[in-house]
DNA sequence: AGCCTTTGACCAGCG
DNA sequence: TCGCTGGTCAAAGGC
């Protein structure tokens, strides 16, 4: 039936593809990870979209393969699957290409149990999991009965960070999973499924962004600046930063992060670039701490010197993929030369649980809706979240292979972690149940739930997306002996 | 033995 | 009715 040719992708990474089609998010099943892992290890070939297939991703339910068909007009066999769980009629249709990027998939119908694997935790984002293929081509997830056909961009590959910039941590994209419109009566969350249908989305980290304490001039505007940042502006109180995020239903599905270090000696600044995955000129760089010497003067002084936004050369310097729809260039992105590097490996020390800010993004949020994301004030000495890298990284990100880092504030809960870094958070499965301890997994590594910290949005306090132990310390206890802690949304120019 | 994938055949819907 | 198409079945084989 199907042309031996177009089976050779699945025949090769059939323990992924097979048993785990699409599952980005959690860890091996059965012990066949060899292919997986072997892909993982051996893709500094560049065999990049193979990242996208790892076998230690999975969404915990267990899939099997009743079918496959090469359907006209689409360029893929498309492979069918049945849910496993006894009386369980959820099946999912998935398109891959030959190199084994998931190209589309289709779900039908909601499960009625929980993950196979209680321990696999997936957020609401996450229930129903996105395609982890890569390489920057686009996918989709969709209900089955047409209630939410939502193209997503999946990951970008080949972020390049000029010399100044060192990527701090591992590129990293996150992936925000399009629950499916259930079509199963005996499903009783259904309204609670389909809420977060209808809220499932990751913030466009462009335009729709923009800073609240920013009163300067582009304060409203895509890529407005956060005053605070650092040097640039002293008399701003950044003790807290609070963005409203616009949403839009045409959501990047991935977000790029990447983190920086000041090169300077002694200089605990760090930076947090966020890129949107399907466009990558959109960038929310996050600034902790201060710079303790001289700012250099910036190429580009047309908007930082009111904003004091230390934006970051690595935003535009950083060889940017051709995507289409991008926003106008914008002059305020502009290069230092402030110098940053990756972070030193840190090991357990950043495996710590944090109690950070909140960040409240993420857990349902409901297009054009705002949400006030208020960023925790970071100290220098707090722990470290426990968002893990993946080392493995390096095989795949030439311009990041530096040692693993971590963030020092919570992830979003929608950002997982692309390719091998896979993230599994907390929240409830589609059926509305709170499910337990975050789990992520990158690239082998995983921690332990309790390394992780959100809170869910105020706005959805309620709902039970999120367990419990998501909640985080109210930072604005803590907010009084803050470092300057910044956050800039900015836009790459062409 | 059990579960899986593979794959040709079969079925249903549609024009 | 027929052909096309998408979806499913089920036998065969593998692990
Ligand atoms: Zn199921």
């Known amino acids: 039936m199907i042309p031996s040719a177009s089976c050779a992708p699945l025949q090769s990474y059939h323990a992924d593809s097979a048993v785990n089609p699409i599952t980005p998010l959690g860890e091996p099943t059965s012990g066949d990870d060899g292919v997986a892992q072997h892909l993982l290890e051996g893709n500094q070939k560049g065999a990049f979209p193979l990242m996208g297939i790892s076998k230690n991703a999975e969404d915990g339910y267990n899939w099997r393969k009743y079918g496959q068909k090469h359907v006209k007009g689409s360029e893929f066999p498309r492979s069918y699957y049945k849910c ?145 940042g650092d040097a640039d502006d002293e008399e701003s109180e950044p003790k807290r930063r609070s963005l409203s995020l616009s949403l839009s239903l045409s959501v990047p599905a991935r977000t790029i992060w990447s983190y920086y270090k000041c090169t300077s000696a002694g200089c605990p600044v760090r930076k947090h670039v966020e890129r949107a995955a399907n466009n990558l000129k959109s960038v929310i760089t996050t600034y902790e701490g201060k710079h303790i010497h001289e700012v250099p003067a910036t190429k580009n002084s047309s908007q930082v010197n009111s904003t004091a936004g230390n934006l970051p050369a690595a935003t535009s310097n950083i060889p940017l993929p051709k995507i289409a729809n991008v926003p106008k260039p914008e002059p305020h992105v502009q290069d230092h030369t402030i110098h940053f590097e990756r972070k030193p490996a840190l090991g357990n020390e950043y495996m710590k649980p944090c109690l950070l800010g909140k960040f409240g993004s993420d857990a349902k949020l409901r297009p054009s809706s705002i949400y006030q994301m208020q960023f925790p004030p970071l100290q220098n000495s707090m722990p470290y979240a426990s968002f893990g890298m993946n080392i493995n990284h390096n095989e795949t990100h030439p311009a990041c292979y530096m040692a693993p880092v971590l963030p020092d504030f919570p992830i979003p809960v929608p950002m997982s972690i692309h390719g091998s870094s896979n993230m599994v958070l907390g929240g409830s499965d589609n059926h509305g149940n709170s499910i337990g301890p975050i789990r992520s997994f990158l690239g082998g590594q995983q921690l332990r739930g309790t390394d992780l910290r959100f809170v869910k949005p105020e706005l959805e306090q309620e709902n039970n997306l999120y367990d419990n132990r998501l909640h985080i310390s109210d930072h604005e206890n803590a907010s009084s002996s803050s470092p300057m802690f910044c956050r800039v949304v900015g836009s790459l120019p062409n």
């Open 84 to 228: 496993t769980y006894p009386d369980c009629l959820v099946k999912k249709k998935v398109e891959r290409s030959h190199d084994g990027q998931i190209t589309e998939i289709v779900y039908k119908g909601a499960h009625n149990h929980h993950t196979s694997r209680p321990s696999l935790l997936v957020s609401p984002f996450l229930q129903n999991e996105v395609p982890d293929s890569v390489d920057g081509g686009s996918s989709s997830v969709k209900a089955e009965d047409g209630a939410v056909w939502r193209s997503i961009q999946l990951g970008c590959k080949d972020i390049k960070v000029d010399a100044d910039w060192r990527v701090d941590g591992l590129e990293r994209t996150s992936s925000t999973s399009v629950v499916t419109k259930t079509s199963d009566p005996l499903s009783n969350p259904q309204e609670k499924t389909k809420g977060v249908l209808e809220s499932a989305g990751t913030p466009e980290l462009s335009s729709t962004l923009a800073s609240h304490d920013c009163d300067d001039e582009d304060g409203a505007t895509q890529g407005s600046i956060c005053p605070g």
